[in-house]
């Protein structure tokens, strides 16, 4: 697939030196490509590759199975308990029987429904705090709802936790001044800086945004201080309610 960030030169000089997974995975891929079904580039791949192997998470939590692609890579290259939503019940049910098929079965939890909904249901049920909390977090889904699994997913975050976001570049548009961009993509441009923005100046969350596969922004979040992100958040709407007085 196109990577249009950088020059086909260039990601195809990188792609060269791209680690095949097994031959499982590596067949899959070529299934999504002759599909034109959307999965990790190969640089996205081996970047998660590293972080995985780098942080070993136990649990992660994906926001966009498609064929369940991402998730069988995830459960292989970490052994982690994968849960990842999907909300085309076709993609659903391709990604069950690929899942079953690769093996993985024990390891993926494919859930079928729209993942705000879904998100809503896991935090209203049990914030998985800290320790039972997910480790690894990858949201490839609609880019228009970002921030909304941000808000989310971080509740669901264990204490020391990585969330990447991935397609965040959006081909480059995102780079694009939105009043000198078509104007069919400005309300998506300015969705996805004003995420960008917002995820950057966070007071819990350390983030980098890299010009691989797609873009993807990396997010290290630290649960203590977003407790008290959140206390201090209703300290001022209490405050804001009061008129002031405190
Ligand atoms: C880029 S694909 C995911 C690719 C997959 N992570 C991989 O690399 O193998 C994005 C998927 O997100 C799904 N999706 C989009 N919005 C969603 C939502 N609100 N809830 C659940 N899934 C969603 C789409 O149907 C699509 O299959």
């Given at each position: 697939m196109d990577n249009n960030i950088v020059s086909e030169l260039i990601s195809s000089y990188v792609d060269a030196f791209y680690d095949e997974p097994d031959e499982d995975l590596s067949e899959l891929r070529i299934f999504a490509e002759d599909r034109y079904v959307p999965i990790i580039l190969k640089d996205t791949e081996e970047l998660l590759r590293i972080i995985l192997a780098l942080q070993k998470p136990e649990r992660i939590l994906e926001i966009g199975t498609a064929i369940g692609y991402s998730a069988c890579?995830?459960?292989?290259?970490?052994?982690?308990?994968?849960?990842?939503?999907?909300?085309?019940?076709?993609?659903?049910?391709?990604?069950?029987?690929?899942?079953?098929?690769?093996?993985?079965?024990?390891?993926?939890?494919?859930?079928?429904?729209?993942?705000?909904?879904?998100?809503?249901?896991?935090?209203?049920?049990r914030p998985p705090a800290g320790e039972s909390g997910f480790d690894f977090i990858f949201i490839d889904a609609a880019k228009s709802h970002y921030r909304e699994f941000w808000d989310l997913c971080v509740p669901l975050c264990a204490d020391d936790a990585t969330i990447?976001?991935?397609?965040?570049?959006?081909?480059?548009?995102?780079?694009?001044?939105?009043?000198?961009?078509?104007?069919?993509?400005?309300?998506?441009?300015?969705?996805?800086?004003?995420?960008?923005?917002?995820?950057?100046?966070?007071?819990?969350?350390?983030?980098?945004?890299?010009?691989?596969?797609?873009?993807?922004?990396?997010?290290?979040?630290?649960?203590?201080?977003?407790?008290?992100?959140?206390?201090?958040?209703?300290?001022?709407?209490?405050?804001?309610?009061?008129?002031g007085r405190s």
């Open positions: 890579f995830f459960a292989k290259t970490c052994g982690a308990h994968v849960t990842t939503i999907e909300k085309e019940i076709d993609l659903y049910q391709t990604a069950r029987s690929n899942i079953e098929q690769l093996g993985c079965a024990d390891k993926v939890l494919p859930v079928f429904g729209d993942a705000v909904e879904v998100l809503e249901r896991m935090n209203a049920a990447v976001c991935d397609n965040v570049l959006m081909r480059g548009l995102t780079a694009t001044r939105p009043e000198e961009a078509e104007h069919k993509h400005r309300t998506s441009i300015r969705n996805m800086r004003e995420f960008l923005q917002f995820v950057k100046e966070l007071p819990y969350a350390d983030t980098c945004i890299l010009t691989v596969g797609d873009g993807v922004s990396i997010s290290r979040i630290s649960r203590q201080d977003y407790i008290e992100f959140q206390k201090n958040d209703h300290e001022e709407d209490r405050t804001a309610r009061s008129g």
